[in-house]
């Protein structure tokens, strides 16, 4: 490494930076610094072999995970002469720490194909090892000063996929325009799916059930399906939405059997929930979910599923959210004023218990939290509800609303950003991802995931037999051609 002179932030960053601990003893690597190693490859590759002498053909590293589960997802690595593999890898500093950290009792780790560590120790992983210590291409203290400051979630360019470069080619409206036809699908498909229900249980029956999937998050889609199918059991003859609540509440599996060692205030009101639900319970019971179909684990507290189903009550007991949906598509609005004006239908001003907690176990709040933010409005609108309007106008040949719902669409804000798009920006657009393509709208989102699912989700992180590269070229050339000059 040739040394920059007279450089102040050189020299503090080399005299004080975790090069220097490296340098001065003999210090085990952090973690992190051994995951990037790995994602960067800083690894004398054909030398590499697992602890049992079996050699390793490193053809993808894989992607960075950073929720939880393996360190790296869908690597594809070829042991020995067998035929190539795609699988997760995880990154610990020994051996041993396989089981020091439970991996071999949790069914996320069930798809790794080699556990990548420092050191290798007594205890083995089991699975397919790869000690780093004997193959690093560069010195520890040298590769920790080039890759510590390197943020995971940074795609290196040579791991980008085969379509980035002609992506990156296209002008940036070409690019734009290639996302609305690709989001243009994703619309269609949601409301292809919306409408075949809508065949078998009703218009109205179908977009409950899209309301309560979509208040199921990634985590317990599934579960907030089931309650919703009972809906034309469960939802007549309740007075209140306290009512509704103790139901969806009971149903879920989600109700508390005790009220000891609740926080102040829940007692009260889980004994009012119980107060109705025990009266009802064994006419619901051959319904009542398991509580094991719910998922909670890296569930933020207020999309805990208790809450959702709360807010979820009130709009049913309101009795009138469905024909508010519909007067609000015909309804004249600016294009600023899409996301409050949904947002002002769909919230709840006041619940005495939930607007000041997350869950049955959560203290009070310190101020009134609502029960839905602008983000899950978002989620609402470009899954659920827009889809749902843009199907029943095809359905009812209504031109004008047809027009109406896929001018919302292409303008609405883009939604909470997420880890697949995060992967999709780097691994597809690079460089392009900076100048606005696939984060400004929702609609360049939706584009976006669209052609994850059509193309990168078919295919290994390698981008083998991969059209979509074919696709973009194929794109420029028809948007530059003479006939399109009045684009």
Not at 13 to 23: I, K, Q
Not at 357 to 380: C, D, I, N, Y
Not at 444 to 460: A, M, P, Y
Request: proline share 5%.
């Amino acid at each position: 490494m040739i040394p920059l002179a007279n450089s102040f932030y050189a020299d503090w960053r080399t005299r004080h930076g975790f090069a220097a601990v490296l340098r001065d003893a003999p210090t085990t690597p952090p973690e992190r610094l051994l995951q990037a190693i790995w994602l960067h490859q800083r690894l004398r590759r054909d030398q590499l072999r697992t602890l049992d002498g079996q050699s390793i053909r490193v053809l993808h590293p894989g992607f960075a995970n950073v929720e939880g589960g393996p360190d790296f997802r869908g690597a594809v690595l070829q042991f020995g002469e067998a035929a190539s593999v795609t699988g997760d890898v995880e990154v610990d500093l020994r051996t041993s720490g396989w089981r020091a950290h439970g991996h071999h009792q949790n069914p996320a780790f069930q798809n790794v194909v080699l556990h990548v560590v420092w050191d290798a120790d007594r205890n083995a992983s089991g699975t397919a090892t790869l000690a780093l210590r004997s193959v690093l291409d560069a010195p520890l203290a040298e590769l920790s000063s080039q890759l510590e400051p390197v943020s995971l979630r940074t795609l290196p360019e040579n791991l980008r996929g085969q379509c980035a470069a002609p992506l990156r080619d296209l002008p940036e409206a070409a690019l734009a325009e290639l996302l609305h036809q690709a989001a243009q699908v994703r619309l269609q498909n949601k409301a292809a799916a919306l409408r075949s229900r809508a065949q078998h249980v009703g218009w109205e029956q179908s977009l409950w059930e899209g309301l309560f999937r979509a208040l199921g998050y990634k985590h317990n889609v599934w579960p907030m399906q089931c309650l919703a199918e009972l809906r034309p059991r469960w939802a007549p003859g309740a007075d209140s939405p306290l009512t509704l609540q103790a139901r969806l509440l009971g149903l879920s599996g989600l109700l508390p059997a005790e009220l000891s060692r609740r926080p102040a205030g829940a007692d009260d009101y889980l004994r009012r929930i119980w107060d109705c639900w025990w009266r009802e319970r064994e006419e619901f019971a051959d319904a009542t979910l398991p509580r094991i179909l719910w998922r909670f684990h890296g569930l933020r507290p207020a999309n805990h599923p208790q809450r959702r189903l709360a807010l979820a009550a009130h709009w049913l007991h309101a009795g009138d959210l469905v024909a508010r949906i519909e007067r609000w598509s015909g309804a004249v609005l600016l294009d600023k004023q899409l996301l409050d004006s949904l947002m002002n239908l769909l919230q709840v001003l006041d619940d005495d218990y939930w607007s000041w907690h997350w869950t049955f176990r959560s203290a009070r709040l310190k101020k009134v939290q609502p029960l839905l933010g602008a983000q899950r409005v978002t989620e609402l609108a470009v899954n659920i509800i827009l889809p749902w309007l843009w199907t029943r106008s095809v359905a009812g040949k209504n031109e004008k609303l047809r027009a109406e719902i896929e001018k919302r669409h292409a303008v609405w804000p883009a939604a909470e950003d997420n880890a697949t798009l995060r992967l999709a920006r780097q691994r597809l657009l690079g460089r392009s991802a900076v100048r606005g393509g696939g984060g400004r709208t929702a609609i360049e989102q939706q584009g976006l995931l669209q052609i994850v699912r059509d193309f990168c989700d078919h295919t290994d992180a390698a981008c083998g037999g991969c059209r979509f590269p074919a696709l973009v070229r194929n794109w420029k050339a028809q948007y530059q051609s003479p006939t399109d000059a009045d684009r």
